[in-house]
Nanobody, 119 residues
């Protein structure tokens, strides 16, 4: 199976921006419908955004208007542009298949990327 890896995390101040990348090990994703998930310590794994093969997007309420998901199929990469970041955005971020608001069970595993937000 194609492996996916998230990258681009780091430390940012509240109000700042980061761009995360999710890249497939092969030339394409196994599932064209991909999503970004995050998990803060002691909390559940939540789907926060997804993008379909055709570019249809979904955002959970807490990130809508601040985060933008996009894809470059030529690079087998899905991006998450995070702007106006808040303290509550601090978490491990993962990418995995997702269709609209429907998540994949156990998505928060594998190569995630850590995001910390300071005040």
């Amino acid at each position: 199976a194609v492996q996916v890896a998230a990258s681009g995390g780091g430390s940012v101040e509240a109000g700042g921006s980061l761009r995360l990348s999710c890249t497939a090990s092969g030339s394409r994703f196994d599932d064209p419908n991909m999503g970004w998930y995050r998990q803060a310590p002691g909390k559940a794994c939540d789907l926060i955004s997804s993008i379909s093969r055709d570019g249809d997007t979904y955002y959970t309420a807490s990130v809508r208007g601040r985060f933008t998901i996009s894809r470059d199929d030529a690079k087998a990469t899905v991006y998450l542009q995070m702007n106006n970041m808040e303290l509550e955005d601090a978490a491990m971020y993962y990418c995995a298949p997702a269709a609209g608001l429907f998540s994949t069970p156990g998505a928060c595993w594998g190569q995630g990327t850590r995001v910390t937000v300071s005040s």
